[in-house]
Nanobody, 123 residues
Framework: QVQLLESGGGLVQAGGSVRLSCAASGRTFSNYRVAWFRQAPGKEREFVAIIRPIWMRGDPIYADSVKGRFTISRDNAKNTVYLQMTNLKPEDTAVYYC??????????????WGQGTQVTVSS
């Protein structure tokens, strides 16, 4: 079992930056794929970014809407995955969730989810 805890959300002005953290406990996180999703009010949850487990080659994958603005990374020593968000737009406002498991990178479902952290971007 893996417990995920997101942090780092808050209120930021458009054009600003925020870094979200997803801290894991219970397992060696580096062997897990980890993804960020977000859900805006009245909308379905959508994929944001994914980083592969440490043993798998390949670059992170991003949604088109965040490509070039968001960066996902991991610190294996801290069992933490980050989402650095820059040049934020009001449409980035959402609850951001991290998810993780050891399924294939393109697997559609995830075994473990965090509770979410709110990011609000003011115009």
């Amino acid at each position: 079992q893996v417990q995920l805890l997101e942090s780092g959300g808050g209120l930021v002005q458009a054009g600003g930056s925020v870094r979200l953290s997803c801290a894991a406990s219970g397992r060696t996180f580096s062997n897990y794929r980890v993804a960020w999703f977000r859900q805006a009010p009245g909308k379905e949850r959508e994929f944001v970014a994914i980083i592969r487990p440490i043993w798998m080659r390949g670059d992170p994958i991003y949604a088109d809407s965040v490509k070039g603005r968001f960066t996902i990374s991991r610190d294996n020593a801290k069992n933490t995955v980050y989402l650095q968000m820059t040049n934020l737009k009001p449409e980035d406002t959402a609850v951001y969730y991290c998810a993780a498991d050891q399924k294939p990178v393109d697997g559609p479902t995830y075994d473990f989810w965090g509770q979410g952290t709110q990011v609000t971007v003011s115009s």
